[in-house]
């Protein structure tokens, strides 16, 4: 007599207990192997290394939100949102944080009336062009200019590309413009109120979506063993997209990813430049972060669009300079 086959409707349920059963069996080795401290460790950091700057991030936010005319923006970018990408995208280096602070200044942004790709342009070459970040990509690379250049090139061309993929193929129903605080712009108009209302907001919202991704990332700093990464360092072409899924999983502060990139001695250059152009724009923390602030449909259709674009360009511009 043949097997009874398993029922549709307990599928799912099949589906779910595996995974409940894994799971279980992944966090009893961890406990285990005494990866739980280290788990909480990778967090606690993950976290401290962001705070600062997100706080960096939703001050600039409020600040822009409170006291800075619409018309400002008005008057420096172009009217064109094709020609704004480029101008924001260069306006980028300015703001020295890392991605925690460009989520809610690109948002503010928006609030403003500046054109979604431009603002969005903004938001992947802030954390990656500013002064702070080639200074240290300078240090972690002595000796190596064209390291520094290539970053530099990389990042901005892949910020300005989605900017203009945005404004070719984007769709308005995809993006969920972040919303004022309550009360903002209610009766008379006090731009310190506005400001605080604004910096308790963002700042309540980034915080939390912070914590989510650096759980994320410190799972998987327990959970894969380094001699994984290791089986791959030897092939140039599978080194730089293991490189470029780690800096999204490792979800390093952009102003010491390049430390890190440095110590990875094993891969390509041109590997672990796609891990500096990468992580900054697309990690945990930041794909939680933009979940939080325009919607996770807007977070995946950009995210898994940003990584593509980041790696062909730190492919091509690697392969030219490096």
């Known amino acids: 007599m043949a097997p009874a086959e398993t029922p549709p409707r307990w599928r799912p349920a099949l589906l779910i207990g595996g995974a409940a059963v894994a799971t279980a069996a992944a966090l009893a080795w961890v406990w285990d192997a005494g990866g739980v401290q280290t788990w909480r460790t990778v967090m ?144 008379a108009r006090n731009p310190l109120e506005e400001f605080r209302r604004g910096l308790q907001h963002d700042f309540l919202q980034a915080g939390g979506f912070l914590v989510v991704g650096a759980a994320a990332a410190a799972t998987f700093n327990v959970l894969v063993p380094p001699s994984v990464l290791r089986t791959f360092s030897d092939s140039p072409w599978l080194g730089v997209p293991v490189l470029a899924c780690l800096a999204v999983i490792l979800a390093v502060c952009s102003e010491a990813d390049a430390f890190v990139a440095a110590s990875l001695t094993g891969f390509s250059p041109v590997a672990r430049l796609a891990f500096m152009v990468v992580g900054p724009m697309v990690d945990l923390k930041l794909i939680a972060l933009q979940s939080g602030a325009f919607g996770r449909a807007f977070a995946l259709r950009f995210s898994g669009a940003t990584f593509v674009v980041a790696v062909l360009a730190s492919v091509v511009i690697g392969g030219v300079l490096l």
């Open 44 to 187: 606690v950091a993950i976290v401290v290394q962001g705070v600062p700057f997100l706080v960096l991030g939703t001050v600039v936010s409020a600040a822009i939100g409170a006291f800075v005319p619409e018309r400002v923006f008005t008057r420096v970018l172009p009217r064109n949102p094709a020609l704004a990408v480029p101008v924001a995208g260069v306006a980028g280096a300015v703001l020295p944080g890392c991605e925690c602070a460009s989520v809610p200044v690109a948002g503010s942004l928006m609030r403003r009336g500046v054109a979604p790709a431009a603002a969005l342009a903004f938001l992947l070459s802030a954390p990656a062009i500013n002064p702070v970040v080639l200074v240290a990509t300078a240090i972690a690379f002595p000796g190596k200019p064209e390291m520094v250049l290539a970053r530099l090139v990389a990042s901005l061309a892949t910020a300005v590309v989605m900017g203009w993929l945005w404004v070719a193929f984007g769709r308005p129903e995809w993006l969920r413009l972040p919303k004022a605080p309550a009360d903002h712009g209610e009766g």
